[in-house]
Structures are given as C-alpha cells and as structure tokens.
C-alpha cells in the first residue's frame, strides 16, 4: 500500500493557540541552546586542560591527564544522570540548576576531552623551536602560549573542532531523558500522538542537517578570516 504523507500534522493545534510546528520551532530552540552553551564550556575547559597537558610542569600535565580521562571514558548518558541525579543527592544546592544547565555542563564537560586531545595534539605538531625561539626572546611561558602556540593551534584544528561541534548538536539529543523538550522528544511525543512518525521524523532529520550545515558554514567563514595567506596549505 502506498504511503500518503499528511505534512498538515504540523498545523494541527495541540491546545490553545499552539500547533505541532510552533512546538517544533520551540524544541529546535532548545536544541541549539543546549549546543551553544555545550560548545562554549567544552571550548574554554577543553582549551585550558589541553594546554595543561603540554606544559613542562608535571602537575598541571597530571590535572590536564586526570581531566581528560575522567570525562571521555565515562558514557555521555552516565555522566547525565550523574549530574542530574547523583550530584543533587550529595550537594542539595545543585537542585536549583535549571535541567537544561545540568545537560550543558553534562555535554560540555564530556566534550571539553576531546578537545583537549585536540589542542594537546595541534600543540605538539607545532616545531619545538618555536616554543624555546619564544622563550629566548624574553616572554613568559604563558605570553609564548597566548602570542606564539595557541593562535597556531587555532588554525590547525578547526577542522575537528568543527566535528565535535557538529557532535554536540547530534549528542543533545540526550537531553530527552531528563525531559528537556528538545528535538528528539518532540519527535518521540509527537509521533505517538499523530501518528505521523515518518512526517515528524523527515523534518526533524532536516532541523539537525540544517543545524549541522550552519555550524559548517561558520567554520569555513572562520577558517577563512584566520588563515594566513602566505602558510603552506592557505586557500587563494
């Protein structure tokens, strides 16, 4: 028999003045929310832990270590419960976080890990030389990081800083399990309500493409405005 496709499910009210699209618009909000604030706490931590690791101080090297294993090998959807079940258990005042925060902090940590790898590894592809050239010529150990190691490792992983933000948008998908009304649960509550599963499921699959395509495009406009014309590799 052949499939009829009913794109008017998105017009049919829920209550009041709301429809499944206005629900639809809503719960891709809190996608990109979730993502954004993921992404900037995953960067900075990521950042400051990953340099941690490529220091000459072995007790930063052992945090920026300790850091990064603690939250790449434990399961993204453990490390949810954890902060919204576990961690308010022990510490009462994390009760008056807002869920969704709990789901950034959740998110961001898991993927400040893997952009330590990420900076660890851009860090050290750069020559050594540079580093003791800076150093030579009287900067501190954190003026050769700030003006000489890290503008260079910027440009080296956009590339997969660019996949894990893309990750991000795909991983948020876990905030449906403690009720965060995002894309996933729209697409789960909708779809048994409507009956329409293969209507609802085609446009929430287009959301997360377009989600995914915008934050490439805004890589590409980056990578284009930092790269320097004359390196090896520069695009004309």
């Keep these: ?55 000459n101080n072995k007790y930063l090297e ?43 902090i959740a998110l961001g940590l898991f993927t400040s890990a893997r952009i ?31 003006y000489v190691l890290l503008p260079q490792t910027i440009r080296i992983i956009i590339p997969p800083l660019t996949s894990e933000a893309m990750s991000i948008i795909k991983n948020s998908s876990v905030a449906f399990a403690i009720g965060i009304a995002e894309l996933t649960m729209f697409a789960m509550q909708s779809q048994e309500e409507t009956s329409r599963g293969i209507e609802i499921y085609l446009v929430v699959t287009g959301l997360y493409f377009i989600s995914a395509f915008i934050v490439n495009l805004i890589a590409q406009f980056i990578e284009h405005k930092i790269t320097i014309p004359s390196s090896a590799g520069a695009r004309k």
């Design 1 to 55: 028999m052949k499939y009829t496709f009913e794109w008017d499910v998105f017009l049919k009210s829920i209550g009041g003045n709301e429809t499944y699209l206005t629900w639809l618009m809503t719960a891709w909000r809190w996608t990109l929310l979730v993502s954004v604030l993921s992404f900037v706490l995953a960067f900075f931590a990521g950042f400051l832990f990953g340099v941690f690791r490529t220091t």
């Design 62 to 104: 052992r945090i920026g270590n300790a850091w990064t294993e603690l939250f790449r090998n434990i399961p993204l959807l453990v490390q949810l419960f954890l902060w919204y079940h576990v961690i308010p258990s022990i510490f009462p005042l994390m009760n008056k976080i807002p869920s969704f925060l709990l789901v950034v």
């Design 116 to 146: 330590s790898d990420q900076v660890k590894a851009g860090i050290f592809t750069l020559p050594t030389g540079q580093r003791y050239a800076a150093l030579a010529l009287g900067l501190t150990v954190i003026q050769s990081y700030r």
